[in-house]
């Protein structure tokens, strides 16, 4: 496959980082579940997340290996095998907080903002609520992507559409039963509603990566999806009886580097053992 045939690298990196941030926030649920099933379950959404970022981190790595221009620009990084080639390790254990590319939704705690000292646990609300939000999005793009210029990433998109059709069926299931369901269950989802959905407006602007992509055919200008997204979160809202907030506030900027604090903690964890032995084989 020529250059002309692959998807920009930053966009490939985009979709690859969304799912790995998203799977790593996701796993952080195992052994603190609610229940035992959905503890489960929601380790389950974290493979199917990582396997999805595997996937394009190969792509992309390939894509890097094959273009001088782009292996001079990753150069830097670690974990690279003994010919110097990139692996999918070296970009996602060794790159720093302002080359990950996901949106900033991804990348939050789960719970709310907290003022002074105080401290809260996991709100299982926050996490169920930023699952619908997302693969409401990731339904529609990957069902978009299947028609891709890049023929591998249109092979990963029709086995990722897949999974992401499961993921916002049993988020939103969930999120019925918080929102129509005790007085304290529903409070929290409103409130986590409220919390999240401003950064969802980072969803429908664009960026350098995105128009590359759109410009060779190998990718989709996410705000023509915006009319089909209102559509599916509004018909999961009202069964959950919750009142959609109104769009507006700062609009975050994950995808072109600038992260929340929380990002640097949350590759801290991720990447210390790889970082720790970066040529270590597992």
Not at 228 to 245: G, I, K, M, N, Q
Request: glycine share 8%; with cysteine; charged share 20%.
């Amino acid at each position: 496959m020529g250059a002309g045939d692959s998807a920009p690298v930053d966009y490939l990196l985009h979709l690859a980082d969304n799912a790995l941030v998203l799977g790593q926030r996701n796993a952080e649920w195992c052994g603190h579940g609610p229940i035992l099933e959905e503890d489960l379950a929601l380790a389950n959404h974290a493979l199917d997340h990582l396997g999805q970022a595997r996937l394009l981190y190969q792509h992309a790595a390939r894509c890097i290996n094959a273009e001088p221009a782009q292996a001079q620009r990753f150069a830097h990084l670690q974990g690279a095998r003994a010919d110097g080639a990139l692996t999918e390790d070296s970009l996602a254990y060794f790159r720093a907080t302002h080359e990950f590319r996901n949106f900033t939704l991804l990348e939050l705690p789960h719970h709310g903002p907290l003022a002074g000292p105080a401290r809260a646990d996991r709100d299982f609300a926050t996490t169920t609520v930023r699952n619908v939000l997302y693969a409401a999005l990731m339904n529609l793009w990957w069902e978009r992507l299947q028609a891709s210029a890049d023929p591998q990433l249109a092979a990963i998109a029709a086995k990722s559409l897949k999974e992401v059709r499961y993921h916002l069926s049993h988020a939103g299931d969930w999120l019925v039963r918080l929102g129509d369901g005790t007085d304290e269950s529903r409070a929290r989802a409103q409130a986590a509603l409220d919390h999240l959905m401003p950064h969802t407006q980072e969803f429908w602007t664009g960026d350098e990566a995105e128009s590359a992509a759109v410009a060779n055919g190998t990718g989709v200008a996410l705000a023509e999806l915006k009319p089909a997204w209102d559509a599916l979160l509004d018909e999961v809202l009202a069964e959950a009886t919750l009142r959609r907030p109104a769009d507006g506030g700062y609009v975050t900027q994950g995808k072109r580097g600038l992260h929340s604090e929380h990002m640097g903690f949350l590759l801290a964890e991720m990447q210390s053992l790889a970082r720790e032995h970066p040529q270590a084989v597992w």
